[in-house]
């Protein structure tokens, strides 16, 4: 299995995301034998049960990847290349993960965030006739121009990535939302996956004494509200906000904030003007070590995006038996249950998420049995393993669909 995977910022990283690294690792862990193309290697190496190729000077293979592109135009017109900035580096990439494919004898390509630049290995599929997995998630297929959200601003995006949707032979998302959304683009109907998320309940669990956690972070003993997200316009965390200034008017509480982003400064101000400063803590960016603590230290768990594909924190709260309030932005109501594992409330209207938190505040034996029966689904329906059962699943479905067609062609 070769994977063809945004690139991290440090050579002992497998990708840009630790979800994805984690991912990959427990596919290897349960039998895949998983390559990587890395540019951030010198050599080949390995990274865990991983194989990082290390690739090759743009100097080295420059005649290479011309005749490559030349090659492949009959598979991409013309056009999707004039009109893409970063032509030779599409190029170049596609022309190394065909060369790997074919050196190390792999029978299947695996794109994640349809990396590179929308193509998502649709050359290197066409160069070694192996077949194609490509998993999206939600930047790559949403589109939101009044935010500014989404890779598809790029007209040379839009335009590869709904070529990558027409060939792949598999496509994958972690939502029906998010499949809906592709069908609408281009995906084939036949081709199209959904596999449900799963969270690593090793990682996460239920806190026996959340006040005393808290005292531990350094976060006081007020009932705590959290979020854990990036502070960009998308994760609407200017609604939570207006929200729990609703709530401050009779309830007591702490809102803490996980993550960093430049909306920070304009955040800060806000939470000062609604009065909430002194309830307000802006954590920064916590590390994947530490996170599970403030999961479990919280009562009550929120996320008020505008528009979300699945969201991974769902289920990290789930595992950590918290109730989540959220809001129905695309993908999290098919994974929060409504009035089972926490509430589902409409996109902007800090109204009806401010009602809720309070509901939840007001009734602690209520936190408990919707948190419970969130930690009990993470241990089922939304368990990790079971995830990367299905994606193998996946794998064992393509391979056996490309027979023929591979057969033919050799």
Not at 144 to 152: L, N, S, V
Request: hydrophobic share 45%; net charge positive.
């Amino acid at each position: 299995m070769l994977y063809l995977v945004p690139q991290p910022k440090r050579a002992d990283r497998i990708g840009a995301y630790s979800f994805l690294d984690e991912e990959i690792q427990a596919l290897a862990a349960a039998g895949v034998e998983a390559f990587v193309l890395s540019r951030k290697v010198p050599e080949d190496t390995w990274c865990g049960r991983v194989r990082l190729k290390a690739a090759r000077k743009p100097s080295d293979v420059r005649l290479g990847v011309a005749s490559f592109l030349v090659r492949r135009a009959k598979d991409v017109p013309i056009r999707y290349f004039l009109e893409l900035p970063a032509l030779h580096h599409v190029g170049r990439l596609e022309y190394e993960a065909a060369a790997i494919v074919k050196a190390e004898g792999i029978d299947l390509i695996h794109s994640h965030f349809a990396w590179p630049a929308g193509f998502g290995g649709i050359l290197a599929r066409a160069e070694t006739g192996r077949p194609l997995v490509a998993t999206l998630r939600g930047t790559d297929v949403l589109l939101d121009e009044a935010i500014d959200y989404g890779r598809r601003t790029s007209k040379a995006y839009d335009r590869a990535l709904r070529r990558l949707l027409a060939t792949a032979d598999r496509t994958v998302y972690f939502s029906n939302y998010m499949r809906d959304r592709a069908l609408e683009l281009g995906a084939r109907p036949a081709a199209a996956r959904v596999v449900r998320k799963g969270v690593d309940l090793a990682h996460f669990a239920v806190a026996d004494d959340r006040v005393g956690l808290r005292r531990t972070l350094g976060l006081g003993e007020r009932p705590m509200i959290l979020t854990v997200a990036g502070l960009i316009p998308r994760k609407g965390v200017h609604h939570i906000l207006e929200a729990l200034a609703i709530v401050a008017r009779d309830r007591d509480f702490s809102f803490v904030v996980c993550g960093e982003g430049p909306e920070r400064a304009r955040l800060e101000t806000l939470s000062a003007e609604l009065g909430l400063a002194d309830r307000t803590v802006f954590a920064g960016r916590v590390t994947r070590a530490d996170i599970p603590k403030y999961f479990a230290a919280s009562d009550v768990f929120v996320l008020a995006s505008l528009v979300e594909a699945a969201g991974n924190v769902l289920f990290e709260a789930m595992a950590s038996g918290r109730p989540i309030v959220c809001t129905d932005s695309g993908g999290p109501p098919e994974y929060v249950k409504n009035a089972e594992t926490g509430f589902v409330v409409p996109v902007g209207q800090p109204e009806a998420m401010a009602a809720r938190i309070g509901q939840l505040l007001n009734d602690p034996a209520l936190q408990d049995r919707l948190g419970a029966e969130g930690r009990r689904q993470t241990m089922g329906e939304f368990d990790y393993d079971r995830m990367v059962r299905d994606i193998r699943g996946v794998y064992r479905e393509t391979l056996a669909a490309s027979a023929p067609r591979q057969a033919a062609a050799s």
